[in-house]
Antibody, heavy 118, light 107 residues
Framework: QVQLVESGGGVVQPGRSLRLSCAASGFTFSSYGMHWVRQAAGKGLEWVAV????????YYADSVKGRFTISRDNSRNTLYLQMNSLRAEDTAVYYC???????????WGQGTLVLVSS | EIVLTQSPVTLSLSPGERATLSCRAS??????LAWYQQKPGQAPRLLIY???NRATGIPARFSGSGSGTDFTLTISSLEPEDFAVYYC?????????FGGGTKVESK
């Protein structure tokens, strides 16, 4: 069955870096655009970044532009989010999400918690 | 960026009642609007995409309508498992944006 499994979350000090991974299985990863979406505790959803199925196109939320980098390795069916210069306001559960070209199929991971604190 | 405003913030209803949720965009998003359901401790689940298309496996009691700036998610008869938070999201312009959510709670 379809699985997206995030990893790499944890506690990190402000200003430091962290890399999240999202391992995909059960669907044709290379055919799906991949997103990162985050959610602070008790708050709503915030879209973070997207990468096209072939990795050629990327977009970011203004709040992370210049600090976060999304990438993917289709040979490993894995999505990444490199997060640099982390701030307290980046504290959230980070979800990866695969979206089909027609937008009708969405697959979500269970989320990984990033806590930025000194 | 496009701002999505959802109303009401909270909707208190009983099982079997009809729920009507609203999402208004700060500028036209054509029909590029989706609705998600999220329960505590779970990832969001896609319900409706492109304003009115039900996602795979979504029951027929969920329907979406609207275009341009005004959209509605209707749950025709609430089941116990429908009490959750609902978010709209636009994919017309980058960055993608979500509304603030509507919590549907049991009266």
């Amino acid at each position: 069955q379809v699985q997206l499994v995030e990893s790499g979350g944890g506690v990190v000090q402000p200003g430091r870096s962290l890399r999240l991974s999202c391992a995909a299985s059960g669907f044709t990863f290379s055919s799906y655009g991949m997103h990162w979406v985050r959610q602070a505790a008790g708050k709503g959803l915030e879209w973070v970044a997207v990468i096209s199925n072939d990795g050629s196109t990327k977009y970011y939320a203004d709040s992370v532009k210049g600090r976060f980098t999304i990438s993917r390795d289709n040979s490993r069916n894995t999505l990444y989010l490199q997060m640099n210069s982390l701030r307290a306001e980046d504290t959230a559960v980070y979800y990866c999400c695969g979206v089909s070209s027609g937008y009708g199929d969405h697959y979500w991971g269970q989320g990984t918690l990033v806590l930025v604190s000194s | 960026e496009i701002v999505l405003t959802q109303s009401p913030v909270t909707l208190s209803l009983s099982p079997g009642e009809r729920a009507t949720l609203s999402c208004r965009a700060s500028q036209s998003v054509s029909s590029y609007l989706a609705w998600y359901q999220q329960k505590p401790g779970q990832a969001p689940r896609l319900l409706i995409y492109d304003a009115s298309n039900r996602a795979t496996g979504i029951p027929a009691r969920f329907s979406g309508s609207g275009s341009g700036t005004d959209f509605t998610l209707t749950i025709s008869s609430l089941e116990p498992e429908d009490f959750a938070v609902y978010y709209c999201q636009q994919r017309s312009n980058w960055p993608l944006t979500f509304g603030g959510g509507t919590k549907v709670e049991s009266k």
